[in-house]
Structure formats: structure tokens, C-alpha cells
């Protein structure tokens, strides 16, 4: 006879795994979303800042609200200041900016793809700094997706139309996320809650795309001849409210690795969205860019489970 505190224990197990799938799935569709919102942004001449800075503002706005709402308002000292501004500059104004600027050059599909990079940056990072040790089978997924992302880049830049400033630029942005990932792990403030962290980093976020809109070449103008901008304005604010809040709370329960394969699904609901309701074609050398890059976020992961 199965003893019923086993039974109960299993059971809050499987809990606790389901949990950290579902924000998984859930933020890295959001991730995916947002990256073909911001080409439909262009595609009304909104231009790149003024879309993610209005957006994130509005997202700061709805994660305000709730956390008023449940009362765990974001704490101020020295620590958690810095927290706020360093998340924002590397997680979300700095990296994003890259990206959306990039999306009318590379398109959103290899902007997509290129963010599933970030798990593999975050995992070599946390192996550097102790955070996680060293197994074959997670290093030889580091390995295989790595060369798929290289397949990538390296169509991407023989191709005849090839804007190799923007290929490159859009690669940092990858490394902006795997350092988030990292930090906000390291320094996470001792006893904040997710849903605290969230919206103050996203006021933080706010403030430095304010302030960059006023350096030369960049523009905060909303072009108000029509409704459209005003409504993928208010859909990203919704998209980046949820998905900023999927984030921390999977940072805070699954650790820097398992927060970067929002990349990898982001990537999978990206380039499908771009190819079949955008009309883009498919990037060069997706097939096999593809599958290298979800064999080794399969056996990343594969070795995560393992090593619980």
C-alpha cells in the first residue's frame, strides 16, 4: 500500500515542475509575440524607441496597478536602485532597443531565432561564475546550438541583400540577456517578491529610453494621422506586462538557465507567427540552423532535469 504522504509529496512535485513550464511557455509566447508586434510598429512608421519606450511605459503602468493593488509595492535603498537600473539597462531598454531597431533591417524571424542564443550565453556565464557545474551533456547542448546559431549568422550574412551592421548589432542583444539572467540571480534583493522586482525595473527601463530619446537620431513621436500605433502601443504594453512578470517569477523559482529558454520558445512562436501571418520568408538556412539549435536546447534542458 502506496504510504499517503508520499503520495502528497509526489504530487506537490510534479507542482512544482508544472509551474516553471507554464511561465516558460507562456513568457516565451509572449517573447514571440512581441518581436513581430514590432515589425507591424514599422511597418506604420513608428519609429523603434518611441514604440518600446511608450510600450514599456505602459506595461511599468499595469504592474504598478497590481502591485498596489496586492500591496508589495517595489522597495528603494541603495540595492535594490541598483538592481532596478542595472535589470533595465541590460534586460530590458538596452537589448530590447537592439532588437526592435534591428527587426526592420533582419526581419523579425532572425531576430527571433537569434534570442534562443541566450540560454546558451547564460549557461556558459553561470558556469564561469559557479553557478552551475560542469556536465557533458549540457555542454555538448551549448556546443550543438551554438553551431546552429553560427549556420545562422553565416547565411544571414552571404545572403546578397545583407545588412551585415544590423546581423552583428542584433547579436549583442542576445549577450545583454544572458547577462540580465545572470545578475538578476546574483543579486537578487533578499526578500522582494517577483512581482515586486518587475515593475520597479520596468520604471527604471522607462526612465533610460525617456532620457535616450532626446540623443541625437532618435524620436519619441507617435504618429497620431491614425489609430493603429495607439493599438499596438496598448497590446505591447499588455504583451511586455505579462511577459516581464513571467520572467522574474521564473528567475526567482528556476534560476538564470532555465529563465534564458524564454529565448528558445520565443524563437519557435516567432519565426512561425513571422512566417505564416507576416508573409516573411523563411530565413536562410533555417532548416538546419534550426534543428542544431533544438537539439541542443533538448539536451540542455534534458541535463537540467538529470542533475535535479
Known amino acids: 500500500m502506496v504510504n499517503p504522504l508520499v503520495g502528497m509529496c509526489a504530487s506537490a ?58 500591496q508589495d509595492l517595489p522597495p528603494l535603498n541603495a540595492r535594490t536602485l541598483e538592481y532596478y537600473a542595472v535589470s533595465a539597462l541590460v534586460g530590458v531598454a538596452g537589448s530590447n532597443l537592439i532588437f526592435f531597431s534591428a527587426i526592420p533591417h533582419v526581419g523579425a524571424g532572425f531576430v527571433a531565432l537569434i534570442i534562443s542564443l541566450s540560454p546558451l550565453l547564460t549557461y556558459v556565464g553561470a558556469l564561469m561564475l559557479r553557478l552551475e557545474r560542469f556536465q557533458m551533456l549540457r555542454a555538448t547542448g551549448v556546443a550543438t546550438a551554438l ?74 513621436f507617435v504618429p497620431m494621422d491614425q489609430g493603429l500605433p495607439l493599438i499596438l502601443i496598448a497590446v505591447q504594453s499588455v504583451v511586455f506586462a505579462g511577459m516581464f512578470l513571467l520572467l522574474f517569477i521564473l528567475q526567482k523559482i528556476g534560476g538564470p538557465v532555465l529563465i534564458s529558454l524564454l529565448g528558445s520558445v520565443g524563437a519557435l512562436v516567432g519565426v512561425s507567427v513571422a512566417v505564416r501571418l507576416q508573409g516573411e520568408a523563411p530565413p536562410e538556412g533555417l532548416a538546419l540552423g534550426a534543428v542544431l539549435i533544438a537539439v541542443g536546447i533538448s539536451l540542455l534542458t534534458l541535463g537540467r532535469i538529470k542533475s535535479e
Open 147 to 220: 553551431a546552429g546559431a553560427v549556420v545562422l549568422a553565416a547565411r544571414k550574412l552571404s545572403a546578397p541583400d545583407a545588412d551585415g551592421l544590423w546581423i552583428l548589432l542584433a547579436l549583442v542583444g542576445p549577450m545583454l540577456l544572458a547577462i540580465g539572467n545572470l545578475y538578476r540571480t546574483l543579486r537578487w534583493p533578499k526578500g522582494a517578491s517577483a512581482e515586486a522586482l518587475s515593475p520597479g525595473t520596468l520604471v527604471a527601463a522607462a526612465v533610460m529610453l525617456v532620457g535616450a530619446g532626446y540623443l541625437p537620431g532618435f524620436s519619441l
Open 13 to 70: 512535485c510534479k507542482r512544482v515542475r508544472v509551474v516553471p513550464l507554464l511561465c516558460l511557455l507562456s513568457g516565451g509566447s509572449l517573447l514571440g509575440l512581441s518581436t513581430n508586434l514590432a515589425k507591424l510598429a514599422g511597418q506604420v512608421h513608428l519609429p523603434p524607441l518611441a514604440f518600446l519606450c511608450w510600450s514599456i511605459i505602459g506595461a511599468a503602468l499595469i504592474l504598478m496597478v497590481m502591485a498596489v493593488l496586492r
